[in-house]
């Protein structure tokens, strides 16, 4: 318990140095590769919003998605490459290669499914070398550049607005 206050403190820290630094972005390309950060620690539809997504036009070989988790429990298979605040050393690096593949993919859209603001998932957020980030409104506002203002819970009224906006931009 005392280790992870240091890591979230550590994490802000070196978050508040970044964010001041932050480059802006913006996606060129039409949206095809898409990756999905989603946070199962308070939403555990992620297999119903990957198909709200497909259904959208995207093709499912071109969905990446990474899973992260409060508490992992050690012997739970899951679907999908799942990851805790352990997965984090005391130098700001991710000690799992799925993580660091997945911040080193070049997505057309990441997809940051999560409301709640947590240390963790915002450096993640910020070391992505995604194009396109889109998350919800009551994250901070310099780390995405669609904001969308929903409840977590409605992931059809999400990728509705998600991709409603990307019509608009001309994206897909």
Same mark, same amino acid.
């Given at each position: ?8 403190? /550590? ?7 970044? /964010?001041?630094?932050?480059?802006? #972005?913006?996606?060129?390309?039409? +949206? !095809? ?33 990474? +899973?992260?988790? %409060? ?5 739970? +298979? ?11 050393? /005391? ?19 990441? !997809?940051?499914?999560?409301? #709640? #603001?947590?240390?963790?998932? /915002? ?16 994250? %901070? ?11 977590? #819970? ?19």
């Amino acid at each position: 318990m005392f280790l992870n206050s240091i890591k979230s403190f /550590l994490l802000k820290k070196s978050l508040k140095k970044q /964010l001041v630094n932050l480059k802006d #972005e913006s996606l060129r390309t039409s +949206v !095809i590769k898409v990756g999905l950060f989603v946070d199962e620690s308070n939403f555990l539809e992620t297999a119903a919003l990957k198909q709200e997504i497909i259904s959208k036009g995207i093709v499912d070989s071109n969905i990446k998605i990474l +899973v992260y988790r %409060d508490n992992l429990i050690s012997k739970e +298979v899951y679907s999908e490459p799942t990851f805790g605040l352990k997965d984090l050393n /005391l130098k700001n690096e991710f000690t799992q290669q799925a993580i660091n593949e997945f911040i080193s993919d070049d997505f057309d859209l990441l !997809i940051n499914y999560y409301a #709640e #603001e947590k240390p963790f998932l /915002l450096f993640f957020t910020n070391k992505s070398k995604a194009k396109f980030k889109v998350g919800f409104s009551t994250v %901070d506002k310099r780390l995405n550049h669609l904001l969308i203002n929903i409840a977590a #819970e409605d992931y059809k009224g999400f990728t509705n607005e998600l991709f409603r906006y990307l019509k608009i931009l001309n994206k897909i």
